[in-house]
């Protein structure tokens, strides 16, 4: 009869070593939930082994409750113990009879001897072997017997007479491999879970990685409970960076990476991941109350923490972030690729604008970037196919005479006509095209100052440089070789180039800015006043020229402090200054008859196409 018992309470036992698999896969025996789950868990298996009982008497009932409460103290600690000798202690009590007080200590005794093994397993390494075991299990039933004799009557020494050595044969075999098998499945976890660390961490910031956040996301999607627009994902990128990290190595810009991951750490409330997804990419999945005010919150903390400079070593760096954002799920079908794709292009949005800056997913901005793919096909084709166009637009002295022109680069588009610059420079800048496009603009301009009628005159043409291409290894050499191929006078060509590119590396720029100057090349600051506008780079620079942007002529007449201060400073620094976007005649009127200010805009003639603008050129111009 016992070992039949026994079985059936082994088999309880088995099928919680089922559901024990189920509850580490979803981690919660680390969990203080996880642990009162097991506990009801353990005390509901005994109870059920108490249900169906050997009945020695009315009253006096055997099971295998004493291995039960034993494994449950052994594999869980006092917590689950605790629980599940209460559970099974309460049910027995409630059962009556004469032989609850010895059979609700014989669960408590098993299970403060499981406790007890619990914590002697801790001290050798979460591990006892078979002997140890079977002493465990030998020491419950010993202790089990002699509280039987504690039964009323007889019945205590009749039952261990019948059952004694059945149960001393057995029950501690049962403990010792029941123990085994649990502690077999808790050495797999954790293996399972070095696994996990290794596929699911990134090594360089110590944070989730990619994998991570796109099983969280998936999480997030599938179990939406109908609440929606409450999760929200954030793309974070550092502007910039691959120019630092390619200027100063690898191992500088590791460190900055894991600074940045350090910096965001303190932003995130609770039930928020932070992951690092490649390079200089980081996400932050809010995956509750993602209202929009706590989204603004969070990507202006974002902001705001990168205005204090990052120390890394002894050197101090000012980054700033574009951040792309979508809330989620936006259908019922919402998918983790989908979302990806919606913060990547907001965040493309972001940088597109500038940098510096958070951009939340419009429905519109996915036609926007398939449209942005398709033009930057056709754009590299255009090259090939010979559709660029070199337009040309005065620049005049202070009497009104042309001194040059400044050249923009047009697209003569087969089906869309005419596109302006605007429309696909800030496309090409992304990529290689934009060297391809400067360099063809460069050496057009080259061939234009060397051929009939400019050969002969004296007029001056300004090109624009993009970052991408003045950092391009040799494009120093590269510029002197088409100079001299083409047999310009260096004297002749500007180069515009904007203020950012002049912060950005300053004594890698200097070296090259200086032995292009020493050739005779000019050079401008385009757009000045947008940007950094710092006076300190100017005198450590070969500079000749600042252009002063659009934005501030168009506002002189109204308030001419800015145009006056910029000017002053040229003077002050012995700078030639062009005034970009002179539409009318009071913005003229501000600019005329100052010494080294020269004019350029609509008043005096849009950029035209190069053949139109030198045919018009007055005669005593050429
Ligand atoms: P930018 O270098 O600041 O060029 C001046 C822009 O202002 C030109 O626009 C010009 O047409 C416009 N502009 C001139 N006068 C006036 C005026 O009176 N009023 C107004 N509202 N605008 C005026 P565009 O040609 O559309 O060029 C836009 C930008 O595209 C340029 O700005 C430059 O950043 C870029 N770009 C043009 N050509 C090239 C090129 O060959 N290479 C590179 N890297 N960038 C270029
Ligand atoms: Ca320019
Ligand atoms: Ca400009």
Redesign the pocket.
């Known amino acids: 009869m016992d070992i039949i018992e026994l079985v059936h309470n082994t088999a309880l036992l088995i099928a919680l070593l089922a559901l024990y698999q189920v509850l580490i896969s979803r981690r919660l025996p680390h969990s203080r939930n996880g642990q009162l789950i097991f506990g009801l868990l353990f005390g509901l298996a005994a109870i059920i082994g108490m249900i169906d009982p050997v009945v020695h008497s009315p009253g006096i009932i055997f099971d295998g409750r004493s291995i039960i409460m034993a494994i449950a103290g052994y594999i869980g600690g006092p917590l689950v113990a605790g629980v599940s000798a209460v559970t099974a202690s309460l049910y027995r009590l409630w059962l009556g009879g004469g032989g609850a007080p010895v059979g609700t200590a014989v669960i408590l005794v098993s299970a403060a001897i499981g406790v007890l093994f619990f914590y002697i397993r801790k001290r050798q390494g979460n591990r006892l072997g078979p002997l140890s075991l079977f002493g465990f299990g030998l020491l419950v039933q010993l202790l089990m017997l002699a509280l039987y004799t504690q039964l009323p009557g007889e019945a205590g020494w009749q039952v261990i007479d019948a059952i004694g050595a059945n149960i001393l044969l057995f029950y501690p075999l049962a403990t010792m491999l029941i123990a085994l098998l649990f502690q077999d499945y808790e050495e797999q976890e954790r293996d399972k879970q070095m696994l996990h660390q290794l596929a699911y961490r990134d090594p360089v910031s110590g944070l989730p990685n990619r994998s991570a956040l796109l099983a969280e996301l998936k999480h997030c999607l599938d179990t939406d409970d109908g609440e929606q627009q409450q999760q929200a994902l954030c793309l974070l990128n550092i502007d910039r960076f691959k120019r630092l990290n390619d200027a100063r190595g690898h191992i500088i810009g590791d460190a900055l990476l894991h600074a940045v991951g350090q910096r965001l750490i303190p932003l995130l409330g609770s039930n928020t991941l932070l992951a690092r997804l490649s390079a200089d990419e980081f996400a932050c999945l809010l995956k509750s109350g993602a209202s929009e005010g706590r989204i603004r919150e969070l990507t202006t903390a974002i902001h705001d923490t990168f205005n204090r400079p990052l120390s890394v070593g002894a050197d101090e760096f000012d980054l700033t972030v574009s951040v792309g954002v979508t809330t989620l799920p936006l259908s019922e079908n919402d998918e983790p690729g989908e979302v990806m794709r919606r913060a990547d292009t907001a965040l493309h949005h972001a940088k597109r604008g500038g940098g510096n800056q958070s951009v939340h997913f419009a429905p519109g901005m996915a036609k926007h970037a398939e449209n942005q793919l398709q033009l930057e096909r056709e754009l590299r084709h255009a090259i090939e196919a010979d559709e660029l166009r070199l337009?040309l637009?005065s620049q005049l002295n202070g009497e009104g005479r042309i001194i040059g022109a400044?050249?923009?680069?047009r697209w003569q588009h087969p089906q869309r006509g005419l596109i302006?610059?605007?429309l696909f420079?800030p496309l090409a800048e992304e990529s290689d095209l934009?060297v391809i496009?400067?360099t063809w603009?460069f050496t057009e301009t080259c061939r234009l100052l060397t051929s009939s009628p400019l050969a002969h005159s004296e007029l001056r043409l300004s090109?624009?440089?993009?970052p991408r291409h003045f950092y391009q290894p040799g494009f120093s050499r590269w510029v002197r070789d088409t100079l001299a191929s083409y047999g310009v006078d260096p004297r002749r060509l500007t180069l515009?180039i904007t203020e950012g590119l002049l912060i950005e590396n300053l004594s890698e720029t200097a070296a090259k800015m200086q032995a292009l100057s020493a050739l005779g090349l000019r050079f401008s600051v385009?757009?000045f006043g947008t940007g950094y506008s710092s006076l300190a780079y100017l005198k450590q620079l070969p500079i000749h020229e600042l252009k002063i942007d659009?934005v501030f002529i168009q506002d002189a007449p109204n308030d001419p402090t800015l145009v006056e201060s910029i000017l002053a400073v040229a003077s002050h620094m012995q700078l030639d200054v062009v005034a970009?976007?002179?539409?009318t005649p009071a913005h003229a009127e501000l600019l005329r008859c100052r010494h080294r200010v020269y004019q350029?805009?609509?008043?005096y003639g849009?950029?035209v196409a190069a053949a139109e603008w030198l045919q018009n050129l007055p005669q005593g111009t050429r």
């Open positions: 337009f637009q400044e050249a923009l680069v302006p610059p605007g420079i934009i496009i400067d603009v090109v624009n440089i993009s515009e385009d757009d659009k970009e976007g002179v539409e350029q805009g609509y008043l849009k950029p």
